[in-house]
């Protein structure tokens, strides 16, 4: 699903990334930890195509994105990766439904299609009676299920997730970590989720240790 080869990434002096090579399968759930500073959140970015690299290729699906210009890249990011932050990110003025629905209207969806694929997810994840609230009305759980119910709207091919659990209560963490695979199991969607919850890591298909800006063999 996803192939990157020497990606290389700097800010000023600082190398952050000295050359990563990573392959991911579909359907799989990769965990990425190391310690703060190690290249965690810049791999996740360059993956998510929301930074370029310095040097390298990353290609999704025979897909090399490195080819496509900013529209076209812009385009492929909305239909192809979801993403899901630690924090929710979600817009204070629209209710959940609305939020959710934000990706589809972007990717030219009808507000009648956008709207059923919103509910359904929702439906899904349990926040039905919780359609209509703004994200202040929210717990930090049902934001969490929002922000999720968003990344899964466009049906992309791979969900990158940074510090997802990182603000949550230990047992909201754990229903989120139960859900990641549940919709695995579901939608056979790939998941890369950055972490520094060990428990996570653990329970993923495959855990990555990043250190001093290459993966540990």
């Known amino acids: 699903m996803i192939s990157a080869e020497q990606i290389k990434k700097s800010f000023g002096e600082v190398n952050v990334l000295k050359g990563v090579d990573l392959t991911i399968q579909k359907g799989e759930i990769v965990s990425v930890v190391g310690a703060s500073g190690a290249g965690k959140t810049t791999l996740l970015q360059i993956l998510g195509t929301l930074d370029?690299?310095?040097?390298?290729?990353?290609?999704?699906?025979?897909?090399?994105?490195?080819?496509?210009?900013?529209?076209?890249?812009?385009?492929?990011r909305n239909s192809n990766i979801g993403f899901v932050f630690q924090f929710h990110h979600l817009l204070p003025e629209f209710t959940a439904l609305e939020n959710v629905c934000i990706p589809a209207y972007i990717a030219k969806k009808s507000k009648g299609e956008a709207t059923k694929r919103a509910k359904e997810l929702l439906?899904?994840?349990?926040?039905?009676?919780?359609?209509?609230?703004?994200?202040?009305?929210?717990?930090?759980?049902?934001?969490?299920?929002?922000?999720?119910?968003?990344?899964?709207?466009?049906?992309?091919?791979?969900?990158?997730?940074d510090e997802p659990s990182g603000n949550l209560d230990s047992k909201t963490r754990q229903e989120l970590h139960e859900l990641f695979f549940t919709l695995r199991d579901k939608f056979n969607q790939t998941f890369v989720i950055v972490t520094h919850d060990l428990e996570l890591a653990e329970m993923s298909d495959r855990k990555i240790v990043i250190s001093d800006g290459l993966i540990e063999k």
């Open 123 to 161: 439906e899904m994840l349990n926040l039905e009676h919780r359609m209509d609230h703004k994200p202040s009305e929210l717990s930090g759980g049902e934001k969490q299920r929002v922000a999720v119910a968003r990344a899964l709207i466009n049906d992309p091919l791979v969900i990158l997730a």
């Open 52 to 76: 370029r690299p310095d040097s390298g290729a990353i290609v999704y699906d025979g897909t090399n994105v490195a080819t496509l210009n900013e529209k076209d890249l812009s385009a492929f």
